[in-house]
């Protein structure tokens, strides 16, 4: 490839991405929920009318490795208009859990359907049987409404009844709506954005240029696979459990490297579960393109398009735990076994490339949901929380403490913040140290989050890594295991990794996570 066109090829990747960023700002600041204003739980992407992907922002990997199939789920179910706004959260047509609701947007120039912007943000609650949308259950049902693929706007007209009923059904509306109404806004300026872009370079232009990034991007993979030696490699790792029977859930991988290509065969998994562990296959995608896309990156500076993701074929079977059939249970699957499918396929490619892959990395989310009635306003409210851990050690270095990893991307909800809007404290929020796992590249530390409640709550944890510790590599030790613990009329109690609970005053929470593996 000549300079020129490497730099004309740079230079629309930059442009491009940097409208999925932007909109991923006016996200952020037109929220309502800390959530998304604080933890910045969303993604935003553009997509071609193919239904590829041609850039993303630097968000969420779980969110956008499922996007592609979101897109290909829909694509074809609507007469696609000037104006439109579809929204969804099914986890069965290329969702991931019912708290992230995506909105999608078709843009056309010049009167032709030209591209879609997509958003993906965590609700911090879409109704069902607990606060927050995120608790121990055993049918979808239980876990929220589960939006099927419809027209939120119709040729720029709302459909209000819809609109309305579905508010109604949710805790804290208001607050729900400044975040749906934020999701609106980042697609707009999206739309203006590429509408700009076109006027500028002609829409021919643009599209040449995005079908040749995705073509760069897939050479750029192909590359790296060939380099990578050929054969089988197999690996397996555990769920802890799924929150209603106590028993390992494994998770077992099958890698074929030949040419340029890799298969990555997860069909001898567990069956599908009876609580909320169980992942949706876009779930699942999402993680094996997550771990394929890091190999990229650690050999430069790619684009992130649907190029990347044409020489990995993923192999699963309907109604496992890594890809869910209706009526599966699946709000942990998006946060906690998402993160099980990334360590299982790395155990395996370490066997490919073992001076290249870290250990374990803590391996959960860490996922807090609280809710109840707020004693000043008397009105409802929901709060979700992540948790970060110890990344694992890498073959170079230590691993990086009190930090998310993997498939997640999104920050801590500043305590201020967090006291400001809710009836609890943060009494303490420190690194956990030595939970690293020892080595010649020690694991980084997890962390400790302690919870003081001042009103009756209703508590949700969704946690892993509780009896089954992040593995090291090469001779690394595994990071230590996490705890929940609560404390009550000073006796302590020690809970199950997955669990619902009633607090009351006066109570305390605290939350031991995971360090990572060592290396070496």
Same mark, same amino acid.
């Given at each position: ?26 996200? #952020? ?9 604080? #933890? ?21 990997? *779980? ?19 000037? /104006?439109? *706004?579809? $929204?969804?959260?099914? !986890? ?14 078709? *843009? ?26 995120? +608790? ?41 709506? %400044? ?7 980042? &697609?707009?300026?999206?739309? @203006? ?5 076109? @006027? ?38 555990? &769920? ?5 029977? +106590? ?6 991988? @099958?890698?074929? $490297? ?23 296959? +876009?779930?699942?995608?999402? +993680? ?11 050999? /430069?500076?790619? =684009?992130?398009?649907? /190029? ?12 496992? *735990? ?31 490339? !073992? ?34 851990? %110890? ?38 929020? #420190? ?7 020892? /080595? ?8 400790? #989050? ?21 593995? %090291? &590599? ?12 609560? $404390? @009550? ?24 996570? =995971? ?6």
């Amino acid at each position: 490839m000549s300079v020129s066109k490497a730099v004309e090829l740079e230079i629309f990747n930059k442009i491009l991405s940097s409208i999925a960023e932007e909109m991923g700002i006016v996200l #952020r600041r037109s929220a309502f929920s800390p959530n998304i204003r604080e #933890r910045r739980d969303f993604s935003c992407a553009i997509f071609d009318t193919q239904g590829e992907m041609v850039a993303q922002a630097s968000h969420i990997p *779980v969110h956008l490795g499922a996007m592609p199939l979101t897109i290909q789920e829909l694509l074809p179910q609507f007469d696609w208009q000037a /104006g439109d *706004v579809v $929204i969804t959260n099914d !986890p069965f047509q290329g969702g991931t859990h019912l708290p992230d609701i995506t909105l999608i947007k078709p *843009v056309f120039i010049e009167n032709k359907l030209s591209f879609f912007l997509i958003n993906r943000a965590h609700h911090a609650d879409i109704g069902g049987k607990h606060p927050g949308s995120m +608790a121990v259950t055993t049918h979808i049902d239980e876990e929220g409404i589960l939006i099927y693929p419809r027209k939120l706007l119709s040729q720029g007209k709302s459909d209000k009844t819809f609109f309305e009923d579905l508010l109604g059904q949710l805790r804290n509306p208001l607050e729900r709506k %400044g975040d749906f109404e934020a999701q609106l806004a980042s &697609l707009n300026r999206g739309e @203006r954005r590429i509408q700009e872009i076109a @006027r500028r370079y002609g829409l021919k232009k643009l599209n040449v240029m995005a079908q040749a990034l995705k073509d760069y991007s897939e050479k750029a993979m192909r590359h790296i696979l060939a380099g990578l030696p050929q054969g089988v490699f197999t690996f397996t790792d555990y &769920l802890d459990d799924d929150g209603i029977e +106590a028993k390992d859930i494994p998770l077992a991988v @099958r890698i074929e $490297i030949k040419n340029t290509t890799v298969t990555v065969d997860l069909r001898q998994s567990s069956p599908q579960v009876k609580g909320s562990v169980n992942a949706p296959r +876009a779930v699942t995608q999402a +993680a094996v393109y997550y771990v394929f896309l890091c190999l990229l990156k650690t050999n /430069g500076e790619y =684009p992130i398009n649907h /190029g990347c993701f044409r020489p990995l074929e993923i192999l699963t079977t309907s109604g496992t *735990v890594v890809d869910a059939r209706y009526p599966a249970a699946v709000a942990a699957g998006n946060v906690e076994t998402s993160q099980r499918v990334v360590d299982t396929i790395l155990g395996a490619l370490a066997q490919v490339m !073992p001076k290249a892959i870290p250990a374990a990395s803590c391996g959960s989310m860490n996922n807090i949901a609280i809710g109840g009635i707020h004693p000043q306003t008397n009105k409802a409210f929901t709060y979700y929380e992540t948790i970060g851990g %110890g990344m694992g050690a890498r073959p170079t270095k230590d691993g990086l403490s009190g930090i998310h990893t993997h498939m997640t991307n999104t920050l801590n909800t500043p305590i201020e913040a967090l006291e400001h809007d809710y009836p609890f404290m943060v009494e303490s929020y #420190r690194l956990r140290k030595g939970s690293g796992g020892v /080595g010649l590249f020690k694991g980084g530390d997890g962390l400790v #989050r302690s919870y003081y409640f001042l009103s009756p709550v209703s508590v949700t944890i969704l946690s892993e890594r509780r009896r089954h510790a992040p593995y %090291g &590599l090469c001779g690394g030790k595994p990071g230590r295991r996490g705890e929940n613990i609560l $404390i @009550r009329n000073g006796q302590e109690c020690l809970l199950p990794g997955k669990v619902n609970l009633a607090v009351e005053p006066g109570d305390k929470l605290i939350i031991h996570t =995971p360090g990572g593996g060592g290396w070496g």
